[in-house]
C-alpha cells in the first residue's frame, strides 16, 4: 500500500485537524502493517507535512495524533503519480470517494496543463520524437465506426479511417479514397473511382472490396446507428473492378454523398479485424473488444486499453505524413464509474490542451477559437405514447413555461448560482400563473428521458415544470438505452443537435428520429416534407425545407429549443497548423509545434 493510499485511509477514520488519542498497535492494525512499518509510516508523514504526532512511550499508553493536510489534496497527489505509472484504475478506485471534490478537480486540472500538450523526446537513433498527449473524461468504448457513439471516439476515428470523400475547410465535399466519382441522369446509380496504391495501417492494399464489405456490413447491422436511413437507401453496391465501386439507391437521395463523407460511411478493411466472426462470437461481443482498429487515416493505433490509447503517425499515408510523431490520449477516470458521474461534469466535451468548451480561457496564456460548430440542446414531446401531451393544451403550455425558464437565462445556470436559478423559477411560476390556461385538476405526470451529460439540464427543466403544475421524474439512461425504448416511454426527450458542416444531415436525421415519437397525423407530415429535403439538389432549397419542419414542430409545441453554444478551442500560442474537420475537431495531422 503506498503512503497516499494509507494517509487516505487515516483521514477516513479520523478526519482532518482535530486531535486523535491513539495507539501505535491501533494503527498498526488499520495499516495491516507491523509496528515497525507503521513507526516508519509515520515518520514519513510527519516529514511531509501531512500529520503531526506526539509520541507516548510505554505499553498501552496513547499518542496524539492530527491530520494536517485535506484528502482531496492527497488523492489528488496520488492520482497524479498513478497517471505517470498508468496505474490508473487502481488509483481511481482509491479516489472515488473525492471525485466530486472541487479542490481535487483543481489540483488535477493544474496538474494537467503541465502534463499534456507537445512533449519531446529522443527515439532509437536519437531522433526527435514529437508526443501531444490528450487527457479526456470519457471512457472509449468503442473505435470502430459502427459502434461509435461519444464526441471522444469520433474524434479519434476521425484521424483512423477515411472515407470515400471528405469536406474541406469550407464544407465542400472533395475526393479521399476515391479520386472521382460519377453519377447517373436519374440519380440513382453512382460510380467511385479508387485511387491506387492506397494501404491500411495492416499493409494490406485497398480495393473496391473493402468498400463493399463497408457498406455490406452497415447494411446488415441491427444497431440503431447515426444516418442508418440514408445507408437503407442503397439497392446494391458492387466492385465492378478492383479500383471502382457502384452504388445502386432505391431512389433518387440527395444526402447520400453527404453521407460518405461522415464517419459511419469510413472504409474498414475487409479481413483481420473486421473479418468473419469467430465461432460463438456475435455482433454484441465483438463490438465490446478492444481490438486495435485497422483504417487508412494519418495516424494508427498502437495501444489501446481502458487508459491509454496512443496513436502513431502512419509514414505511408496517401494525402501525406502527419507533423506529429505520436498522440497519447489518456483516458482520466475520476469519473468513470457511470453511478458515480459528477453532475457538475460535462463529460461529453473532453479536456485537452486543445480544449474543446474550455471550461476557463481567462489566462492571457491562451487563444481562444471557434471552428463555427454549435451544440443547440433541444426538447421533444413524446405524442406516441398515450399521456398529457397527447393535449395540446398541454404542450402549449409546457412551451410556455420553457420558453419564460430559458428567456431568462436558465441554461447558463450552475451549481454556484442556485440562489439566482430559485428566482428564476419563481418568476417562471408567477408568469405561468398568471397566464390563462385551461384548469387542470392534479399535478400532470411527465417523464423526462436524456442521458448523463444532460443530467443537470433535466432536473432543472422538472423543477420549472413542477412549479407550472406538473410533477416531473428524471430517467438517465446510457446512449444505447437511449436510442432504444426509454425515449419511446418518455414523455420528453432531451437531447443535443450539433450544427456542423454536417448539419443537413444531421437534422434530417433528427426530424426522422422524432417523427417516431408522433400521433400519426404529424409524423405523416413531417416526413413527406423531408421526402421533398431528400430529393432536391439545390442546398439552399434543402435548408429551407428543413427550417420548415423545423416551424411546423415549433407551432405544434412538439419541439423546444433550450439554448444553443459555440464549441470553441482553447489553444496554446506554441500551436501551429491548427485547422479544423466537418465536425469541428481539431485536425490532429496538421498541426505542429516548432
Known amino acids: ?29 488499520l495499516l495491516e502493517c507491523t509496528h515497525r512499518n507503521t513507526l516508519t509510516i509515520v515518520k ?3 516529514e ?11 505499553r498501552g499508553r496513547r499518542s ?120 447517373s441522369s436519374d440519380r440513382k446509380t453512382w460510380f467511385f473511382y479508387l485511387r491506387k496504391g492506397i494501404t491500411f495501417h495492416n499493409g494490406h492494399l485497398l480495393t473496391a472490396a473493402d468498400v463493399v464489405y463497408t457498406f455490406e456490413r452497415l447494411q446488415s447491422t441491427e444497431r440503431r446507428t447515426l444516418y442508418r436511413e440514408v445507408s437503407k437507401q442503397i439497392l446494391s453496391i458492387e466492385a465492378t473492378d478492383p479500383l471502382t465501386v457502384c452504388f445502386k439507391l432505391k ?36 463490438s465490446h473488444t478492444t481490438q486495435k482498429p485497422i483504417g487508412t487515416g494519418p495516424f494508427k493505433v498502437t495501444t489501446w486499453d481502458d487508459h491509454l490509447c496512443r496513436l502513431e503517425a502512419f509514414p505511408m499515408y496517401f494525402q501525406g505524413r502527419a507533423h506529429l510523431d505520436r498522440v497519447d490520449i489518456l483516458q482520466i477516470p475520476w469519473s468513470t464509474p457511470a453511478a458515480h458521474v459528477d453532475e457538475k461534469q460535462d463529460i461529453e466535451s473532453p479536456f485537452f490542451h486543445l480544449v474543446h468548451n474550455p471550461s476557463s480561457s481567462e489566462s492571457r496564456d491562451w487563444t481562444q ?38 428567456r431568462n437565462g436558465m441554461n447558463e445556470c450552475n451549481e454556484g448560482d442556485l440562489e439566482d436559478a430559485d428566482k428564476m423559477l419563481k418568476n417562471a411560476e408567477e408568469r405561468t400563473h398568471s397566464s390563462q390556461y385551461r384548469t387542470f385538476d392534479l399535478p400532470l405526470p411527465l417523464h423526462i428521458a436524456t442521458i448523463p451529460q444532460y443530467r443537470m439540464d433535466a432536473k432543472r427543466l422538472a423543477s420549472a415544470l413542477d412549479m407550472c403544475g406538473f410533477s416531473c421524474t428524471v430517467r438517465i439512461g446510457t446512449m444505447e438505452q437511449f436510442k432504444g425504448n426509454l425515449r419511446l ?71 423546444f429549443h433550450l439554448s444553443e453554444k459555440p464549441v470553441e478551442t482553447a489553444y496554446l500560442p506554441s500551436v501551429r497548423g491548427l485547422s479544423f474537420n466537418s465536425q469541428g475537431w481539431v485536425n490532429l495531422r496538421h498541426i505542429w509545434f516548432p
Open 1 to 29: 500500500m503506498k503512503l497516499h493510499q494509507q494517509y487516505l485511509l487515516l483521514h477516513s477514520r479520523f478526519g482532518q485537524l482535530s486531535d486523535h488519542e491513539v495507539k501505535l498497535s491501533d494503527l498498526a492494525e
Open 44 to 46: 514519513k508523514m510527519v
Open 48 to 58: 511531509q507535512g501531512w500529520i503531526r504526532w506526539v509520541s507516548q512511550r510505554g
Open 64 to 183: 496524539t495524533l492530527t491530520l494536517l493536510v485535506p484528502a482531496d489534496q492527497i488523492a489528488a497527489e496520488y492520482m497524479m503519480q498513478a497517471m505517470n505509472r498508468r496505474e490508473l484504475q487502481q488509483a481511481a478506485e482509491q479516489v472515488g470517494a473525492f471525485s466530486s471534490s472541487t479542490t481535487m478537480q483543481d489540483h488535477l486540472n493544474q496538474w494537467l496543463l503541465g502534463y499534456s500538450g507537445h512533449h519531446t523526446e529522443a527515439g532509437n537513433h536519437n531522433e526527435r520524437i514529437d508526443t501531444l498527449r490528450l487527457p479526456i473524461r470519457q471512457q472509449l468504448h468503442a473505435l470502430d465506426p459502427l459502434y461509435i457513439n461519444l464526441l471522444a471516439e469520433s474524434f479519434i476515428t476521425s484521424h483512423v479511417f477515411d472515407g470515400l470523400v471528405q469536406r474541406n475547410e469550407q464544407g465542400k465535399i472533395i475526393p479521399c479514397l476515391s479520386h472521382t466519382w460519377d453519377v
Open 251 to 286: 431512389a433518387p437521395h440527395e444526402l447520400f454523398l453527404p453521407f460518405l463523407s461522415t464517419s459511419r460511411a469510413a472504409i474498414v478493411v475487409s479481413e483481420g479485424t473486421y473479418g468473419q466472426l469467430k465461432e460463438g462470437e456475435n455482433e454484441s461481443t465483438l
Open 369 to 406: 477559437i471557434s471552428a463555427g460548430v454549435m451544440v443547440r440542446k433541444l426538447l421533444t414531446c413524446n405524442t406516441q405514447k398515450t399521456g398529457p401531451l397527447s393535449d395540446p393544451e398541454v404542450r402549449a403550455r409546457v412551451q410556455t413555461c420553457i420558453a419564460e425558464l430559458y
Open 489 to 559: 416511454e418518455s414523455d420528453l426527450i432531451l437531447f443535443s443537435l450539433i450544427r456542423d458542416r454536417d448539419e443537413e444531415l444531421r437534422r434530417y436525421d433528427l426530424y426522422l428520429t422524432l417523427s417516431e415519437h408522433l400521433e400519426d397525423s404529424s409524423k405523416k407530415s413531417v416526413q413527406e416534407m423531408l421526402q421533398t429535403v431528400v430529393s432536391s439538389q439545390i442546398s439552399a432549397d434543402r435548408t429551407a425545407d428543413l427550417d420548415r419542419i423545423e416551424q411546423f414542430l415549433v407551432q405544434q409545441s412538439l419541439l
